[in-house]
């Protein structure tokens, strides 16, 4: 079971960089360039808010899973 946490751990940390570089090259910067007022907003709350809170959760999850730190 510790094997199947470690894997998942690996995939969490993939899936973080993976969004990371959907919600910043996809979904935020081509939304600030589009000269659009709600689109700028999103753009903006999509890389400055909701970008580190993704990544960072995903990546927190994945280090702790590769550390054993769910062992118990």
């Known amino acids: ?6 894997y998942a751990g690996i995939l969490w940390m993939i899936i973080a960089v993976v ?13 600030i360039q589009s000269g659009k007022q709600e689109d700028l907003v999103f753009g903006l709350i999509n890389l400055f808010i909701l970008t580190p809170i993704i ?9 702790y899973a590769l550390k054993d730190e769910y062992a118990d």
């Open 1 to 6: 079971m510790n094997t199947i946490k470690k």
């Open 19 to 31: 969004s990371g570089y959907f919600n910043v090259m996809i979904m935020g910067i081509p939304k």
């Open 55 to 63: 990544v960072g959760g995903l990546l927190t999850f994945g280090y």
